[in-house]
């Protein structure tokens, strides 16, 4: 009996301890599993990007994407971009870029002086990469949650001295055949210093006006201008609710209806604007909005597979520090050290076909060519 009971014991403990590594086998497996299905395809090496989706997270370091992670309790879908690298952001004239310098060295792949917008150091315009991919047959559109006219998606579309020549800015729109742009500052189309109403102009070159975020939903194809607030757009927390992922995947909607194929940028605007003003809850609100919008954006990617999706900053807000935090109550305690821009260094990640050409560390107008590249453009001389 005492020699059963042994054994029976020694049997318990033998399963007890297969059970175990049974369970931690499992454990391992669906770990694996998840960043297997967080991975780029098998074929993203050397291919050719049709579409390109490039998200600017304004003043978006290290330390936004870090506190938005540990709000949502350890994980964002911004994680499922694995090719990352980082960017140096400073300016032709400036250690500390402005967002005008910042997002149009990404977009024409020049430096140049704060305030400037699509054009070089020395005030020449320069072909953006969404002029480059009008050139080339595809559908073009930007999206942000700031005004449209505002510097981060005035760099991709206009080519002017400053970026608070708003009136100037909205008119360069007209000068484009961009298909689908969102934002807010429809002031700036018509109600203005010269009285020239846009909204007009507009609707001549074809445009569907939309001026409230329900209007989108009846619209499905075709030239789209949604100017869905006077000026800026309120903050997440106070009213603009989902108006960046549903206008964002209204775009890619409109956008991919064209078989030459998309460029895209969309714009978390207010991430800065949250920095500058050191507040960490609206930080955390914009940042989480964004990367909800990174999560829908990346479900087309996936299922498309031919769309190279970029997330990237123009550079950081706030010199912001995570001095605490819980990750299980999703509490954030940070510091700052500026209520301006600062010069470190940011993210840029990315999914999808050409992606591995993004890792490292670069100037930010290496993103320009890097997108160039993935497009298979060449770059126009003069
Ligand atoms: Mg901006
Ligand atoms: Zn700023």
Redesign the pocket.
């Known amino acids: 009996m005492v020699r059963n009971f042994k054994s029976g014991t020694k049997k318990m403990i033998f399963s007890f301890l297969f059970l175990l590594s049974f369970l931690i086998v499992i454990n391992c497996n669906s770990q694996s599993d998840n960043s297997e299905g967080n991975s780029n395809p098998d074929n993203y090496r050397d291919k050719k990007a049709k579409n390109i989706i490039l998200m600017i997270g ?2 978006m370091g290290v330390s936004h994407i870090y506190a938005g992670i540990t709000a949502n309790k350890g994980h964002l879908n911004i994680e499922k971009l694995m090719d990352i690298g980082f960017s140096k952001t400073h300016s032709a004239d400036n250690y500390i870029t402005d ?1 005008g310098a910042g997002g149009t060295a990404i977009a024409i792949g020049y430096k140049t002086f704060n305030a400037g917008i699509g054009v070089d150091a020395d005030t020449i315009p320069r072909e953006t990469i969404l002029e480059y991919a009008e050139e080339n047959g595809k559908a073009t559109g930007l999206v942000a949650t700031s005004a449209i006219t505002h510097a981060t998606p005035a760099s991709f579309i206009a080519h002017q001295p400053s970026r608070y020549l708003y009136e100037e800015i909205a008119g360069d729109f007209l000068k484009t055949d961009i298909e689908v742009f969102i934002g807010g500052g429809l002031n700036h189309f018509n109600k203005r210093k010269d009285d020239v109403d846009l909204t007009v102009a507009l609707k001549d070159k074809g445009y569907q006006l939309v001026y409230e975020l329900e209007g989108l939903k009846k619209i499905n194809s075709g030239k789209l201008a949604g100017l869905l607030y006077e000026d800026a757009p309120p903050k997440y927390s106070e009213g603009r609710g989902d108006m960046l992922p549903v206008a964002s995947m209204k775009a890619i909607e409109i956008l991919s209806k064209d078989k030459d194929g998309f460029f895209l940028m969309i714009e978390g605007s207010q991430i ?1 604007w949250a920095g ?1 003003a050191n507040d960490t809850k609206y930080i955390v609100d914009e940042m989480l909005d964004f990367d909800r919008t990174i999560g829908k954006v990346l479900e087309f990617a996936e299922k498309d597979g031919n769309t190279l999706v970029i997330v990237t900053a123009d550079h950081e ?1 706030g010199g912001m520090g995570l001095n605490n935090g819980d990750l299980e109550k999703g509490e954030v305690i940070a510091k700052y050290t500026s209520g301006n ?1 600062t010069g470190v260094m940011v993210p840029v990640f990315a999914y999808g076909p050409g992606s591995d050409n993004f890792r490292g560390i670069y100037e930010n107008t290496g993103i320009f060519y890097k997108m160039m590249e993935a497009f298979g453009f060449s770059i126009n001389e003069n």
């Open positions: 304004d003043g967002s800065d500058h807000t821009h």
